[in-house]
Nanobody
């Protein structure tokens, strides 16, 4: 498996979840990004991080609530999601960037995981 996203679930508004993206070792020098797609909407950027855990970036809609981090020993990228809102409901995907640092465009990414469902009830 190239990229494996996990950790989704059904939670209430205000709760927290931590998503994990287990990546193949060959992606260890690539940036990783998280995207999400809600029903009837286009996939959108959520957060990204560089190969060394630096240069985190976030969509305005999640700034201050979500935190992206990276454990290089485990080849895993995490997305800590706090104070979840119903509008965060979506399938969340992780992807490996074509560069050492993540970007906000889907075109910056070459490999995608299968997605994990996050549902936030009001």
């Amino acid at each position: 498996v190239q990229l494996q996203a996990s950790g989704g679930g059904l939670v209430q508004a205000g709760d927290s979840l931590r998503l994990s993206c287990a990546a193949a070792r060959r992606f260890s020098n690539n940036g990783v990004g998280w995207f999400r797609q809600a029903p009837g909407k286009e996939r959108e950027f959520v957060a990204a991080i560089g190969w060394n855990g630096g240069n985190p970036s976030y969509a305005d809609s999640v700034k201050g609530r979500f935190t992206i981090s990276r454990d290089r020993l485990k080849n895993t990228v995490y997305l800590q999601m706090n104070t979840l809102k119903p509008e965060d409901t979506a399938v969340y995907y992780c992807a490996s960037s074509i560069r050492a640092y993540g970007g906000q465009s889907q075109g910056d990414y070459s490999y995608w995981g299968q997605g994990t469902q996050v549902t936030v009830s009001s």
